[in-house]
């Protein structure tokens, strides 16, 4: 009985001491994975397979990696192909990281490291993960969305590529070291956090983790939004609001909320009392008229209250008729507020434009005219949601990710880690509440809370704000679902310049971090998470 036991116990720890073991990769067998071919029948949706076209070895001593650049080849030959980056560290840790993009995506976007992740932290590819990433299926800009009038490139931005892209670089991953990844994550922001969602979603059994920063899980409503906002900016004489008077409303929101967590710092940590507390009418003109920098007119007022509540969308879509409020009053910065109110009152042009538009317009002005229209010469400042009901349901199922039903990814095991920033205007936090909440409504908050974790950020915009917000999401993720141990108390590091390195604690929502009273301002050891 002896002898069999220890028989099975020095098959068990040798089988983990190889487990443990990184695998490791020369730079020889990095050069000759030029040209490989991946057939089309190793990757689970219609392609005509892919190539490796690229191969190098980059980095620095210390750091180096393999990196390869390749295409999936669509099946429409007129559709543009996936352009992919895949990094293979040369130990590697047996676990990969696959990264999405932005806006209308377009471009490989950094696809070597994990998303807002602490200068302190190690890299991933340091860390010994693989990365990968694409372009989700076209070139150009991440206001671009032209490349639409393609069926295929549509479907490959619409989620498609998220699975044609996993399976090539899993391919290429199990090539180079012999065996696949023990654990697949996915991490992305904004467009990336859509995808993040999406993966998990659609294709359930391949991921064993995701990392969904400031998520539009609904992208048709996001737009429809967009173009409201554009309508009540640039249709209404008077509306607009002038970078000046954008400074005016970010000042006044700061100046009446700033030390309502507890502390003066220059972030607006409690947004739920700032709502309570801060009132627009302060800023309002005699008798409501514009007379200057120093004030808002009466219309401009109007303009504030749309985006402070709300938005209709002027169509019942899969998520509603209305999207979620602008933080506008909630704690966003002067520059934050120009993006949405654009830095001038012409109505902008088709294209490119003399002036910053309105971002939020920008994108729903792309989306109706390529996705909805389909032509490029569309006034969108003309468009009637109601009168394109059909189409727009029709993309909204294609694109969006509204089930909150990913019951196959949970019971594969999978870890769901969510934030936003308090201060987004390029997707407002209340659309991730939402999310949330439905999640919440189908699973219940007890079983909730054994996979899933949202966190909101004070002061942190889309990708800047009054607190930038660094976070090593990767590390609490892959502790969950590799280790099991539950994501304890989050701590945000600002990479501003001039406040590098303060600290606030990343709370649970719906709890905000609160300064006690005393020590150190820029520890989040001195802050308690709290809903009072």
């Not at 220890?6 to 020369?26: E, G, I, K």
């Not at 590799?482 to 406040?499: E, F, L, R, S, Y």
Request: one cysteine or more; glycine letters at 10%.
């Amino acid at each position: 009985m002896k002898v069999r036991f220890y028989t099975l116990y020095f098959v068990l720890f040798f089988a983990n001491v190889v487990q443990a073991s990184p695998a490791v990769l020369t730079q020889a067998q990095c050069v000759a994975l030029k040209n490989t071919r991946i057939e089309a029948a190793r990757i689970g949706l219609p392609t005509r397979g892919a190539v490796v076209a690229n191969v190098a070895m980059a980095g620095h001593p210390g750091n180096l990696h393999c990196k390869i650049e390749g295409q999936i080849k669509p099946i429409d030959l007129k559709a543009p192909d996936i352009n992919f980056q895949l990094y293979l560290p040369l130990s590697w840790n047996g676990k990969a990281l696959q990264l999405g993009g932005s806006g209308f995506d377009g471009a490989v976007k950094d696809a070597d490291t994990a998303r807002l992740a602490p200068a302190a932290t190690p890299g991933a590819l340091k860390q010994g993960y693989a990365t990968f990433g694409s372009d989700s299926g076209h070139q150009g800009g991440v206001s671009d969305a032209s490349f639409t009038l393609n069926e295929e490139a549509w479907d490959n931005f619409a989620g498609a590529q998220i699975k044609k892209t996993h399976d090539v670089a899993v391919a290429l991953i199990t090539q180079a070291y012999g065996k696949k990844p023990s654990r697949l994550y996915y991490q992305g922001n904004s467009q990336g956090g859509h995808e993040a969602l999406a993966a998990i979603q659609r294709f359930p059994l391949d991921y064993d983790g995701a990392i969904a920063i400031h998520p539009v899980y609904n992208v048709v409503e996001l737009h429809m939004a967009g173009i409201r906002i554009g309508q009540a900016i640039y249709n209404t004489p008077g509306a607009w609001i002038s970078p000046a008077k954008a400074a005016l409303i970010a000042n006044a929101v700061t100046g009446a909320c700033d030390k309502l967590d507890g502390l003066a710092d220059g972030v607006v940590a409690n947004p739920d009392a700032c709502s309570a507390t801060f009132k627009i009418a302060h800023l309002r003109c005699p008798q409501g008229k514009d007379t200057g920098a120093n004030c808002l007119s009466d219309t401009q007022i109007s303009l504030v209250e749309m985006l402070n509540n709300p938005v209709p969308l002027g169509i019942n879509l899969p998520s509603g008729d209305h999207f979620a409020p602008w933080p506008i009053l909630r704690g966003a910065d002067a520059s934050a507020l120009v993006s949405v109110f654009g830095s001038g009152a012409d109505k902008p042009k088709p294209e490119a434009s003399n002036i910053i538009i309105s971002f939020p317009y920008m994108m729903g002005d792309q989306a109706v005219r390529y996705e909805v229209m389909r032509d490029a010469d569309y006034d969108s400042l003309t468009f009637d949601p109601g009168a394109h009901q059909t189409r727009l349901k029709e993309l909204a199922s294609q694109v969006d990710n509204d089930d909150a039903n990913i019951r196959a990814f949970v019971q594969h095991g999978g870890k769901l880690l969510m934030m936003h920033g308090t201060a987004d205007v390029a997707v407002p936090p209340g659309n991730t509440v939402a999310y949330y909440e439905k999640l919440r409504a189908e699973f219940g908050e007890k079983e909730l809370r054994q996979f899933a974790r949202f966190y909101l950020a004070p002061g942190f915009t889309h990708s800047s704000g009054t607190f930038r917000a660094s976070w090593d999401s990767l590390g609490t993720l892959d502790k969950w679902v590799d280790h099991g141990i539950p994501p304890g108390q989050q701590v945000m590091i600002d990479v501003n310049k001039a406040t590098a390195g303060r600290e606030m604690p990343l709370c649970d929502y719906p709890l905000y971090p609160k300064y006690n009273g005393q020590g150190d301002i820029r520890s989040a050891s001195s802050f308690v998470c709290t809903d009072k």
